[in-house]
């Protein structure tokens, strides 16, 4: 399987653990677990970056996460109550969303990918019937 879609994947069911979280458990809790997913979206970023195929698009998707994963851990320490409760809320739907879009981007590109390959029929491999379907396309 590819890096991107792992990690994608990875980061959709932390995104969905903190929502919910944020609407089953405590806001001490929430926020530690919060916190825990901040920490492994972050992690699991600095292990995929030295994938080279990773592209641009989800370059900067994983810089956004990166963004958030650090705004998510500072905020899940400073803040608390309804507050915290709220703001794990929207962050976990933000990681889904994230991870969706990163995963949408994953298809479309494997997409194009088996679309680019071309079909040779058998008796064409060995090179004499090569210019006849050259000149039939």
């Not at 899940?76 to 309804?82: A, D, I, Q, R």
């Not at 409760?85 to 997409?111: D, K, M, N, P, Q």
């Not at 390959?117 to 210019?131: H, L, M, Q, S």
Request: charged share 15%; glycine share 10%.
């Amino acid at each position: 399987m590819s890096q991107r879609f792992i990690s994608n994947v990875a980061l959709a069911i932390g995104g969905a653990v903190v929502v919910v979280s944020s609407q089953a458990f405590s806001s001490s809790r929430t926020g530690w677990l919060t916190f825990g997913v901040s920490l492994g979206a972050l992690a699991l970023l600095a292990v995929v970056q030295r994938d080279q195929a990773r592209g641009r698009i989800q370059r900067a998707l994983d810089a956004v996460t990166g963004a958030l994963a650090l705004w998510s851990a500072v905020a899940s320490v400073v803040y608390t109550g309804t507050t915290l409760t709220r703001l794990s809320l929207g962050e976990g739907i933000a990681f889904v969303g994230l991870a969706i879009v990163g995963l949408v981007a994953h298809e479309l590109r494997t997409e194009r990918i088996v679309h680019q390959f071309e079909a040779i029929p058998a008796d064409a491999r060995d090179g004499r019937r090569t210019e006849e379907l050259q000149a039939a396309a």
